[in-house]
C-alpha cells in the first residue's frame, strides 16, 4: 500500500485553506488527515507564508492552551488584521461560525530567545510578563466539518481562531487564579459567571511550551508580543448581530458586536 507523502499532504491542506480565507465564508474546504502535530505546524507556517501576514518579522499575537495540565499543549499565531481592541464591531466580518471564549491575555516584557526559553519554568516565564488584558477569542473554522474536523486539521487552522480582541492593559500581578471571576453577557441572554474555571489552573501555565514553540526555528520573541492563554468559559455560541461582554474581575473588561 502506498501512503501519501507527508509533503504534498502539507501543501494540498495550506492551499485549502488559503483558497477558503480568501473566498471566506464561501471557500470552504474539506479536512485533510494530517499525520502528526509537526504537520499542523507546516500548513500554518505555509499559510502565512502565502498570505504574507508576517514577512521577515515574527508574530505578534498567538493563542495557546490545551485541555489540562496533562494534555499536550498547542499553539497558533494570529494574522494582525483579525486582532482588535476593545470594543471591537465586527458585523462586516462573514464569520463561517460566531464561538465566543473569555479568555486571558499576556503581554512579554522582554525579549525571549530560543536559549533562554529552553530552560524556563511556569515560575521563571512569568517573571517575563508585563501586563495582562481581558480578550476574547472568537472561534471560527475553514473546514466544512468546522469543529468536527479532526484535532490536527484544527490545528494547522490557527486552532479555529476567527479573531481577537483585547481590553485595556493592566500591570501583571500573581493572583489567586482558582478565585477568578468571569462574567460573560451574550446578546440579550442572562449573565454567565464562570469561577476559578482556566482548564490549566492559572494563565501562565502555556508559557514556557508556546515560547518553546515559538522560537523553535531559532527566532527571538520580542517584547510586546501577546499570548492568549485559553477559555474560562467553553465555547459560547453567539449570533450575527449581538453583542458578547467579558469581564474579569480586577482585570478588566472587553466588548464585541458580530
Not at 501512503?3 to 485549502?16: G, K, L, S, V
Request: aromatic content about 6%.
Amino acid at each position: 500500500m502506498t501512503h501519501p507523502d507527508p509533503n504534498d499532504t502539507i501543501a494540498a491542506a495550506a492551499h485549502a485553506l488559503v483558497r477558503a480565507r480568501r473566498a471566506h465564508p464561501h471557500g470552504l474546504a474539506h479536512a485533510p488527515v494530517l499525520p502528526d502535530a509537526a504537520a499542523a505546524y507546516a500548513v500554518q507556517d505555509a499559510v502565512a507564508r502565502a498570505l504574507g501576514w508576517f514577512g521577515d518579522a515574527a508574530p505578534r499575537h498567538w493563542k495557546s492552551g490545551g485541555a489540562s495540565r496533562t494534555a499536550v499543549l498547542t499553539h497558533a499565531p494570529l494574522p494582525p488584521g483579525g486582532v482588535w481592541a476593545s470594543p471591537a464591531d465586527a458585523r462586516d466580518v462573514p464569520f463561517a461560525l460566531r464561538g465566543i471564549e473569555a479568555e486571558v491575555a499576556l503581554r512579554l516584557g522582554q525579549d525571549v530567545d530560543a536559549a533562554t526559553a529552553a530552560v524556563l519554568d511556569v515560575a521563571a516565564a512569568q517573571q517575563r510578563v508585563d501586563a495582562m488584558c481581558v480578550s476574547i477569542e472568537v472561534v471560527d473554522s475553514r473546514w466544512t466539518d468546522a469543529l468536527a474536523a479532526p484535532a490536527l486539521a484544527r490545528l494547522a487552522d490557527l486552532q479555529s481562531h476567527g479573531a481577537l480582541v483585547l481590553g485595556a492593559w493592566q500591570p501583571y500581578a500573581a493572583r489567586d487564579w482558582s478565585a477568578q471571576t468571569c462574567r460573560v453577557v451574550v446578546g440579550t441572554r442572562a449573565a454567565r459567571e464562570f469561577r476559578g474555571t482556566h482548564a490549566l489552573g492559572e494563565p501562565c501555565f502555556v508559557l514556557p511550551a508556546w515560547l518553546r514553540h515559538a522560537t523553535r526555528h531559532g527566532q527571538v520573541v520580542p517584547a510586546g508580543t501577546v499570548v492568549t492563554t485559553g477559555t474560562w468559559c467553553g465555547l459560547l455560541e453567539a449570533a450575527a448581530g449581538e453583542s458578547v461582554e467579558v469581564t474579569f474581575d480586577g482585570i478588566g473588561h472587553a466588548a464585541l458586536r458580530l
